[in-house]
Nanobody
Framework: QVQLVESGGGLVQAGGSLRLSCAASGRTFSSSAMGWFRQAPGKEREFVAAISSSGRTLYPDSVQGRFTISRDNAKNTVYLQMNSLKPEDTAVYYC???????????????????WGQGTQVTVSS
């Protein structure tokens, strides 16, 4: 079956960096857009970044210029480089994948059909 497995989360001080990875298995995602979302305690799931099959990216204003999403189709893996982290970035981060041939980026969580289990990112002040 299709699996998305996140890794790379942890505890970091404000201003620091982390790199999250999302390894996919069960099918190739080279022809699908991929995304990252996050959810903090007591808050709704929030869009963080997306990347199309051709490499076009999309970010919300809250992370623009600090976070970078990338993908390695040969490894079936998506990355999220997070720099200049802030305490408000603390959340569980989820990797998400769209269906086959759904190549376009989207910030809507209901347009992603595959989800990882999440990895915790904690930023201390």
């Amino acid at each position: 079956q299709v699996q998305l497995v996140e890794s790379g989360g942890g505890l970091v001080q404000a201003g620091g960096s982390l790199r999250l990875s999302c390894a996919a298995s069960g099918r190739t995602f080279s022809s699908s857009a991929m995304g990252w979302f996050r959810q903090a305690p007591g808050k709704e799931r929030e869009f963080v970044a997306a990347i199309s099959s051709s490499g076009r990216t999309l970010y919300p204003d809250s992370v623009q210029g600090r976070f970078t999403i990338s993908r390695d189709n040969a490894k079936n893996t998506v990355y999220l480089q997070m720099n200049s982290l802030k305490p408000e970035d603390t959340a569980v981060y989820y990797c998400a994948g769209r269906g086959p041939l759904q190549v376009a980026v989207t910030r809507r969580s209901d347009e992603y059909i595959y989800w990882g289990q999440g990895t915790q990112v904690t930023v201390s002040s």
